[in-house]
């Protein structure tokens, strides 16, 4: 029997009781609707080889590869490998691969011009402790602004590149490190909810349009202290088998880079795009 569940008063919700590789049309209606509602979904219980991962996820979306060259999955280049190869041949710790994703709260896809609908990860391996995703939710950053700082954000966009303001790009090869600008709402409507949300990431904007430097910069402070709500957080302890996706259009996450490094947390990791903004880049 499938089994949805809320697993936060804000944000997060559960499946269970539930196959992918099996799941038609009208089931999957319901557990992407529970998506929506809930920003982050997780499916518990989940046998998978990565074609059968791959196919799930595309029911989201198209799949796009991962800038990350390096990580990406050998055979199946749309999969990014996260905790592979952590240790050089010397056994030293690679502290980029190991700590991938734990500098801060973020959202994927920014520095694109089609950036990404969600992200969606299958645990392969888990550690004994540590490791966890935590996520927050973009709508109940927006509705906890300030109204003047809604009016003064309101019709605004963001410059984003990968490296953002700090040039972070470690993991990325030295052909791919030099991105332009892409601009986006800060305050962002859900094209599928509808729904107000702050489209937000520290480490990859540069500077919000309309501002001096000065300004832009005191409002991308501002905001980075207010974008996480304690109220609006959901923090995912990993089973093996979870697939776990998150809406990038309107929560943020990062991962808490605390597990014991000499064991494994290895994800299969897929970025998804919208179906309509595939068709607009396409066209032009």
């Known amino acids: 029997m499938v089994e949805i569940r809320r697993l936060g008063p804000q944000i997060g919700v559960e499946v269970r009781g539930v196959d992918v590789k099996t799941l038609d049309d009208s089931g999957f209606a319901p557990i992407y609707q529970a998506w929506l509602d809930c920003n982050i979904l997780v499916v518990r219980d989940q046998e998978l080889e990565i074609p059968d991962f791959l196919s799930y996820s595309r029911r989201f979306g198209p799949i796009s590869p991962h800038p990350s060259k390096s990580t990406r999955h050998p055979d199946y280049p749309e999969i990014t490998m996260l905790g592979v190869n952590k240790f050089d041949r010397a056994g030293r710790l690679n502290e980029e691969i190991y700590r991938r994703g734990a500098a801060g709260w973020h959202t994927d896809g920014a520095y694109d011009a089609l950036p990404f609908k969600a992200t969606q990860l299958y645990a392969v391996a888990v550690p004994s ?21 809604k009016e003064r954000l309101e019709g605004k966009k963001g410059a984003f590149t990968y490296g953002g303001r700090r040039k ?55 905001l980075a202290e207010r974008m996480i709500r304690p109220d609006a957080e959901y923090h995912h302890k990993w089973v093996k088998g979870d697939i776990v996706i998150w809406d990038n259009r309107c929560s943020y996450h990062r991962a808490a880079g605390d597990y014991p490094p000499e064991e494994d947390r290895i994800h299969w990791r897929v970025s998804i795009k919208d179906f309509e903004t595939t068709a607009q880049a396409a066209a032009e």
């Open 129 to 149: 402790r540590g490791g966890n995703t935590l996520f927050a939710n973009g709508y109940a950053a927006y509705d906890g602004l300030p109204p003047r700082l």
């Open 168 to 222: 972070h790009v470690a993991l990325l090869n030295e052909e791919d490190r030099d991105w332009r600008p892409v601009f986006h709402p800060i305050i962002r409507t859900h094209p599928e909810t509808g729904r107000k949300s702050l489209y937000f990431d520290p480490g990859k904007i540069l500077y919000i349009e309309g501002f001096e430097k000065s300004e832009s910069d005191a409002l991308i402070d501002q």
